[in-house]
């Protein structure tokens, strides 16, 4: 069904060009142009996608975004199945996050997100590779974050069906001054402001 419709799309714009007596070869420089246009916001929409959690966390070192977490230095212990996890208050909601420095972005369920007020953007989703496969997310802000004393505001999150467990990513880490594994603790260090 979405190759026909994929179809369609193709021979209209073709059918009124062909309508108007355009010469084949000036069609083809046309369609090729537009094919080319195409494919680059695609390469750029991809990079920009796959490469989000390296460029916020930039553009936080540099001062350019709204987003700001701070508070004090946090140790969390590690777990009995070798996970970090600590109790965080979004939107004044607890949860019990994995703390993932695996995954590149902060995640929840729906139903946390519903529960939070997050309200959700419905536009085109994001493809997230999981160890269970290629899932569709959507995109989302947390406006309020606690993770004990630190404090995070504006943080985006992606919202999905297939999450086991609600987990801060790499973006949420490289809004921090600094974190690293001492031993068995994660030591979240915050900016001080």
Do not use: C
């Given at each position: 069904?979405?190759?026909?419709?994929?179809?369609?799309?193709?021979?209209?714009?073709?059918?009124?060009?062909?309508?108007?007596?355009?010469?084949?070869?000036?069609?083809?420089?046309?369609?090729?142009?537009?094919?080319?246009?195409?494919?680059?916001g695609l390469i750029l929409a991809t990079l920009w996608t796959r490469n989000r959690a390296y460029v916020d966390g930039f553009l936080a070192d540099a001062g350019l975004t709204a987003n700001v977490v701070t508070g004090t230095t946090v140790?969390?212990?590690?777990?009995?199945d070798g996970h970090f996890r600590a109790d965080v208050s979004i939107n004044g909601v607890t949860r019990r996050m994995l703390i993932d420095t695996g995954a590149t972005q902060t995640s929840i369920t729906r139903e946390t997100a519903r529960e939070a007020g997050i309200v959700v953007s419905q536009g085109i989703g994001v493809a997230v590779e999981t160890a269970n496969g290629v899932v569709i997310d959507q995109r989302a802000t947390i406006a309020k974050l606690d993770l004990?004393?630190?404090?995070?505001?504006?943080?985006?999150?992606?919202?999905?069906?297939?999450?086991?467990?609600?987990?801060?990513?790499?973006?949420?880490?490289?809004?921090?001054?600094?974190?690293?594994?001492?031993?068995?603790?994660?030591?979240?260090?915050?900016?001080?402001?």
């Amino acid at each position: 069904m979405s190759a026909l419709w994929y179809l369609l799309v193709l021979i209209l714009p073709l059918s009124a060009l062909f309508a108007r007596r355009i010469p084949i070869g000036q069609v083809a420089r046309m369609a090729l142009m537009w094919v080319g246009i195409f494919a680059a916001g695609l390469i750029l929409a991809t990079l920009w996608t796959r490469n989000r959690a390296y460029v916020d966390g930039f553009l936080a070192d540099a001062g350019l975004t709204a987003n700001v977490v701070t508070g004090t230095t946090v140790s969390i212990p590690r777990g009995p199945d070798g996970h970090f996890r600590a109790d965080v208050s979004i939107n004044g909601v607890t949860r019990r996050m994995l703390i993932d420095t695996g995954a590149t972005q902060t995640s929840i369920t729906r139903e946390t997100a519903r529960e939070a007020g997050i309200v959700v953007s419905q536009g085109i989703g994001v493809a997230v590779e999981t160890a269970n496969g290629v899932v569709i997310d959507q995109r989302a802000t947390i406006a309020k974050l606690d993770l004990a004393t630190i404090h995070a505001r504006d943080l985006p999150v992606l919202v999905g069906d297939n999450l086991g467990d609600d987990l801060l990513g790499i973006d949420f880490l490289n809004h921090l001054k600094g974190w690293r594994a001492e031993g068995n603790r994660l030591v979240l260090e915050p900016h001080t402001r």
